[in-house]
């Protein structure tokens, strides 16, 4: 029998939670991963992450982990794209060019004004240079709670990898991700020989999934409801063999169901 996965799992609690049913492991030799006890629901999980994004982030663990002998005078919160070259080298090459615009007295960084002066050859274009190179898109001085009273305290940047993405809303979202899962045929193959009545597919999203997918459900967002990001408002395009999409990030925890007729909300999962 195939190893039971943590996400898998955890998936399962939910749906059986949410559902109000119990469902068994039942893939033995490539099936439908859960079958509820009478037989009527079938469950398969699946995630949608990005290779690309994924090896960045590794690089850009090991480039924190090797750390820069670059003292700052503070912290901060440094936005730069996760699916550029060259992470593994990130801090290295960063933490200097965040010390130098220090010392030059910013407190800000945005690579559009940024760019703008570098074109215009301004003042602060040899500061700003590197960080562009590097990929920083935004970074901004946070200063410590604690300030001087706490001597042993390290200033350190806090890197926050991600792109801005060009979708307009939920919506735009969810048409994306449905391309993505329309490319696996395997999800409504396994749903469809389950036999059950109901076949709910579960997806998994997490940082390293597109940007352009994820961002409804990556953090909190109540404040994009008004803007079209709260749930979506057309019906997903599934394969016949799915009754039932759930969509569910795993950090956030935040997610929708699709249930065949309408979309709910998901929350404190």
Request: proline letters at 5%; a negative charge.
């Amino acid at each position: 029998m195939n190893q039971e996965r943590p996400n898998e799992a955890i998936a399962k609690q939910i749906v059986e939670r949410v559902m109000g049913i119990q469902l068994e492991h039942a893939d033995t030799i490539g099936g439908v991963d859960y079958i509820s006890i009478d037989g009527t629901v079938a469950l398969e999980v699946t995630a949608v992450t990005d290779g690309e994004k994924q090896g960045a982030r590794a690089a850009l663990a090991r480039s924190e982990a090797k750390g820069s002998p670059t003292r700052l005078q503070g912290c901060w919160l440094v936005f730069a794209s996760d699916t550029q070259a060259r992470m593994k080298t990130f801090v290295q090459r960063v933490q200097p060019a965040i010390a130098a615009l220090e010392f030059a007295g910013e407190t800000y960084f945005d690579d559009q004004h940024a760019m703008v002066q570098v074109i215009e050859k301004g003042d602060l274009s040899h500061v700003y240079l590197p960080l562009l190179r590097a990929g920083v898109e935004r970074a901004t001085h946070g200063p410590h709670p604690d300030g001087p009273a706490d001597p042993d305290h390290v200033h350190r940047m806090w890197v926050s990898p991600g792109s801005g993405g060009s979708v307009s809303g939920s919506d735009e979202s969810l048409g994306r991700l449905m391309k993505v899962l329309n490319e696996k045929s395997d999800n409504p193959t396994k749903l469809r020989e389950s036999g059950a009545e109901q076949c709910h597919l579960f997806v998994w999203l997490n940082d390293d999934t597109s940007y352009n997918i994820v961002r409804p459900l990556s953090r909190e967002a109540t404040t994009w409801a008004d803007g079209g990001w709260g749930l979506p408002t057309t019906e997903p395009q599934l394969d016949p063999a799915i009754s039932h999409l759930w969509v569910v990030h795993e950090r956030s925890r935040l997610g929708w169901l699709w249930d065949g007729d309408r979309w709910q909300e998901l929350r404190d999962l």
